[in-house]
């Protein structure tokens, strides 16, 4: 089993659609959580932190459901500039950061 | 503005000659990170330094190396590229270890 992971997509939807992902983690004592946002040939920018209390900023809400070892991202009201890979990250044993291999979102007109 | 930044954009160097990527960062994070990233794939943790305490991945090549001089540069020397190692190399930093990484633009890397 991966040590994180995601549903690649791509996911296709229409601007002011609601979309939601996924990310699931292996490390049941892991403490950190990042949702980042990365445009084709770009570096990853970070989206948002991920708190046990869930968070939301505008119209990206995110998620942590411990039990089941996943976190979540819903973007609501999708807008073409929305169209990137969207990776979560969660630290692992030995405290490193590892990311999943990412979610393709396109927002179409 | 306080920054990440990788030089140079891109690098062609030919196989087996050796190459070095530099990062250099104005918020005095403790920790820097090399990661790779290969077309559509996550990026991959090469190494990381907190501070002057180097950490090497399990499954990193011997071919890659790092070399932290002080808290604002980093360096990655690839002693002898290989066609597999052409990638978007990544440098990230943050304050402490598990907050977030703030990247720089990249490096990406052809290797001919």
């Known amino acids: 089993r991966k040590e994180v992971e995601q549903d690649p997509g791509p996911f296709n939807v229409p601007e002011g659609a609601t979309v939601a992902f996924n990310c699931t983690y292996s490390?049941?004592?892991?403490?950190?959580f990042f949702w980042y946002r990365q445009d084709c040939r770009k570096e990853p920018k970070l989206l948002m932190s991920v708190y046990s209390s869930g968070n939301e900023d505008g119209r990206f809400t995110a998620q942590l459901n411990r039990a089941s070892q996943y976190i979540s991202l819903l973007i609501r009201d999708s807008k073409l500039s929305d169209s990137a890979t969207y990776l979560c990250v969660v630290n692992m044993w030995g405290n490193k950061l590892v990311f999943g291999a990412g979610t393709i979102l396109r927002v179409k007109s | 503005d306080a920054m990440v930044i990788q030089n140079p954009r891109y690098q062609v160097t030919q196989f087996g000659k050796p190459v070095t990527l530099s990062c250099s960062q104005t918020?005095?994070?403790?920790?820097m990170y090399w990661y790779q990233q290969k077309s559509s794939q996550a990026p991959k943790l090469l190494f990381h330094?907190?501070?002057?305490?180097?950490?090497n991945e399990a499954d990193t090549p011997d071919n890659f190396q790092s070399r932290r001089p002080n808290t604002s540069f980093c360096f990655l020397d690839i002693r002898s590229p290989g066609l597999g190692d052409a990638a978007m190399y990544l440098c990230?930093?943050?304050?402490?270890?598990?907050?977030?990484?703030?990247f720089g633009n990249g490096t990406r890397l052809t290797v001919t």
């Open positions: 330094y907190y501070d002057k305490d180097f950490n």
């Open positions: 490390n049941s004592a892991s403490q950190s």
């Open positions: 918020l005095n994070h403790n920790v």
């Open positions: 990230a930093t943050s304050r402490v270890v598990l907050e977030p990484l703030h």
